[in-house]
């Protein structure tokens, strides 16, 4: 699974600072909710969203922030 950064309006994914880019496959992959959630906090990013691409398939699942609990641990 791969977890990205999309921006609501624009529909583009995070790629680094100041890159965003209308290819999924060539977005930064945060590898977990944690890292992301904290990714978003840190830097006040608002208009955000998780995006969750599983490996093999076409499936993408989008996930407003603030709906995940920031308290979250992955195990």
Not at 45 to 66: A, Q, Y
């Amino acid at each position: 699974m791969r977890t990205l950064l999309r921006k609501i309006p624009s529909g583009l994914y995070f790629q680094g600072p100041d890159k965003w880019t209308n290819d999924p496959s060539k977005a930064l992959n945060f590898k977990s909710i944690n890292r992301a959630l904290r990714f978003i906090e840190i830097w006040s990013m608002k208009d955000v969203e998780l995006v969750f691409s599983f490996h093999g398939t076409n499936l993408v699942t989008r996930v407003s922030p603030e709906k995940i609990a920031l308290d979250y641990v992955e195990p």
